[in-house]
């Protein structure tokens, strides 16, 4: 199975719960303050550091689901 992993500059802790509530079906652990969920195909795994996308080793595919998710973040912060 293809993957990608991602190793994030700086740790983005404040973002996962944030992410968990804006995704369809995000599943967050508080414990361990990850999130998973799926998208189409792609199943993806995120933590404090590190983002892992299973499915795929696209780049483009990889860069449209980055975006997305930037996407989701912004306008829930919009909405307050």
């Known amino acids: 199975m293809a993957r990608a992993v991602m190793d994030f500059k ?13 995704v369809e079906a995000g599943a ?29 080793d696209d780049e483009g595919e990889i860069k449209a689901l980055v975006e997305w998710m930037i996407q989701k973040i912004s306008d829930a912060r919009k909405a307050g």
């Open 10 to 22: 700086s740790d983005i802790s404040g973002l996962i719960p944030v992410i968990g509530k804006v």
């Open 28 to 56: 967050y652990n508080v414990k361990s303050n990850v999130v998973g969920f799926h998208k189409g195909e792609l199943r993806v795994v995120i933590s404090h550091n590190r983002m892992l996308v299973y499915g795929t």
